[in-house]
């Protein structure tokens, strides 16, 4: 859990992304209908969104609540519902650094202290690293998925590892020093600007060399 003033798309991307990376693709994602989770109740004026092309782009199957249908993300609600009860037997956080510390406090008490009673008196944690996980449909046996976060350097190219040896992928010095996610599926590789969603590059790693140079059309 992270603290901010607002949730904005990008930071939702980010979370998404840092997850991850921590804890391997999920297959699917559960969220209410908010515009910085999708954009499928505004008529398909503005297309994806961040989040919903990310989704798409990994292969992880994106599940919304249905319209006033609440319900459908009552676990959630019910999780919240004991956050908040943690929280409020607290003095108030002044700062989001504060705040941040509280949500680390709770996370560790909830997640590795704190036994419960619908898991056999185990804590979450325990209780998650027994079990199998669940990862995108498309995702075939052995195919490893990672999600990195890089930035350009001043030649115009990003550095990615492979098996142990690191290659160095070519985008262009039009974009020197822009942030970048790297979404990589074995050999297939998309680099899109963070700040943007654009997709600057999309390519097969040829494991057989260090310098992947973009095609010159």
């Excluded at 994106?62 to 609440?70: F, G």
Aim: contains cysteine; hydrophobic residues 30%.
């Amino acid at each position: 859990m992270s603290a901010h003033r607002r949730i904005t798309g990008p930071i939702v991307v980010d979370t998404f992304d840092k997850t991850a990376e921590q804890r391997g693709l999920p297959a699917s994602t559960l969220t209410d209908n908010a515009m910085v989770y999708t954009t499928r109740l505004a008529g398909g004026k503005g297309g994806r969104n961040a989040f919903e092309a990310r989704l798409a782009h990994l292969g992880v199957a994106q599940k919304n609540s249905a319209p006033n249908h609440p319900t459908t993300c009552g676990k959630v609600e019910r999780f919240q519902q004991t956050l908040k009860k943690w929280l409020n037997a607290r003095a108030p956080a002044d700062t989001l650094n504060a705040l941040q510390a509280q949500l680390d406090e709770f996370t560790r008490a909830y997640n590795h202290n704190r036994p419960h009673r619908a898991l056999g008196r185990i804590t979450p944690a325990a209780a998650y690293q027994r079990l199998p996980k669940a990862t995108p449909e498309h995702n075939s046996a052995g195919t490893h998925h990672r999600v990195r976060h890089d930035r350009i350097d001043k030649s115009g190219t990003v550095t990615l590892r492979h098996n142990g040896k690191l290659h160095h992928i070519g985008i262009g010095r039009a974009h020197k020093h822009t942030p970048v996610t790297i979404l990589a599926a074995d050999l297939d590789i998309r680099v899109i600007d963070t700040q943007t969603g654009e997709l600057l590059r999309h390519l097969t790693l040829n494991p057989n060399t260090d310098h992947q140079p973009r095609n010159k059309t």
